[in-house]
Structure formats: C-alpha cells, structure tokens
C-alpha cells in the first residue's frame, strides 16, 4: 500500500478552515469541493491513458487520452458524497458507482447499508472519495469490497487519516502495489470515541448540519 500525504499551502489554508468549529456547512460544503480538487489532481497520477490520433488547426499529431474502460469514482455515502463533485470535476467521463457505509459508533465496525457498482469490476481503475480515514474499518471494508469484484486498483482520497487507521489498512491490504491512500493530513490520533484528533469532527454532520 502507498501512502501520500500532500503537502501544498492551499491544502493547509483550507483545511484549517474546515477543522474550525465555526465553520457553517455551507462553507464547509464548498471547502470540501475545493479542498478535493486539489488532492485530485494528485491522486490521479497513475490514470491510465492511450495514445490516440488528433488534428489541430495547424497539422495531425498523437495525444494522449483517457483510456478504456474509464475510471470508476466510489463516493462513501454520507460524507464521501460532499467530495464527489470535487473529483469529478477533474474526470467528468468517469463512471460512479456508490457506496453506502456507516460506522456503528460503538464497536466502531462499518455496516454496508447501500451499494451500486458493477459486480464486474475487472480492468477497473477505482477512486474511493471519503474524508475520514479513523480506524480504518470504513475503507477496509471498501477496498475489499472492491479488489474483490476485480479492482485493477483501488485509490482513496481522504482529507484526514489517524495513524491508526493507516496502520489497519496496511495491515489489511499489505504491500500490495495497487492501493493508494492520498490525505491532506495525518492527525495525531484517535480519542476514546474513535474521533480523530485534533480532526474535524463528524464529517457527514459538519457537511449535512445533521448531529445524529
Ligand atoms: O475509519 P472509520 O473508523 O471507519 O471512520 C471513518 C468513517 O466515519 C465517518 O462516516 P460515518 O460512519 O459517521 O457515516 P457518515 O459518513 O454518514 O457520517 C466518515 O465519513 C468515514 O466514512
Ligand atoms: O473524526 C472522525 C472519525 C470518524 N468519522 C468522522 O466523520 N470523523
Ligand atoms: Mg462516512
């Protein structure tokens, strides 16, 4: 598994912006687009691509374009869905699927209450969308889920990871080459309750106004 953490001016402006507890979900929602946007562009490095024939104005020549089948977006309902806009912006012919996922906040495991991918996922470039890696059980659950059904390889872009969560996630996935964690941070820890620290709080509230 490789880990990147970005390190660039605006990711930390905005994220400092976004760990405020002041800061209204309408703000948030719109830090969160802009925030992904930015660790997209990084977490698509390796998005496969083809030469192809192109004609400008001026003469023909050879490009490089998107290959096929195209790249597939997994948002991690709630929260993954305030990122899903962001990355799409930067691939708007990808394929979205969705994943339906909540963490019971006693036992901290993560139920799959919704799903909508191809069962066939061979071949797949997959980008999972979710801003909080805590213990890791969420995207555990995910990553399997898609290597699973054939994934090529799975990338997930998080705006805050715990140490711990890292650590489960390769403990989960090993050295497998074709994982990658993207995060505009790694916090100091998790608290007894399974929040990261110093974080953001619940993501999903901070995004939704909803304190369940
Ligand atoms: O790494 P973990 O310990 O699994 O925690 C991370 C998950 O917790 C939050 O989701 P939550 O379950 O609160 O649902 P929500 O996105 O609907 O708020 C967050 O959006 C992540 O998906
Ligand atoms: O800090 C955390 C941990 C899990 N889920 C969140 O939304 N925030
Ligand atoms: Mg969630």
Redesign the pocket.
């Given at each position: 598994m490789r880990t990147q953490i970005i390190e660039h001016p605006l990711v930390a402006h905005k994220l400092t912006l976004l760990r405020d507890r002041n800061t209204p979900s309408p703000v948030f929602r719109q830090l969160v687009d802009e925030l992904v946007t930015l660790l997209a562009y990084e977490a698509t490095r390796d998005v496969a691509v083809r030469e192809i024939d192109v004609v400008t104005p001026v003469a023909p020549t050879k490009g490089l374009s998107l290959a096929y089948p195209r790249p597939i977006l997994v948002p991690?309902?709630?929260?993954?869905l305030g990122m899903l806009e962001g990355m799409s912006k930067l691939l708007p012919t990808a394929e979205i699927g969705f994943l339906g996922?909540?963490?019971d906040?006693t036992t901290?495991e993560?139920h799959t209450y919704a799903n909508r991918l191809p069962d066939d996922l061979s071949g797949r470039q997959c980008y999972v969308v979710?801003?909080?890696?805590?213990?890791?059980?969420?995207?555990i659950d995910a990553v399997n889920y898609l290597l699973e059904r054939g994934a090529r390889d799975v990338t997930c872009v998080c705006l805050l990871a715990?140490p711990e969560?890292l650590r489960n996630l390769e403990e989960a996935v090993g050295d497998r080459a074709d994982v990658t964690i993207v995060s505009a941070a790694l916090d100091e820890r998790?608290n007894e309750n399974?929040y990261i620290v110093p974080g953001l709080g619940?993501?999903?509230?901070r995004l939704y106004g909803i304190v369940?």
């Open positions: 991690i309902l709630r929260a993954g996922m909540k963490r906040e901290l993560a979710d801003p909080m890696l805590a213990t890791g059980h969420t995207l715990a969560g998790l399974g619940d993501a999903g509230d369940d």
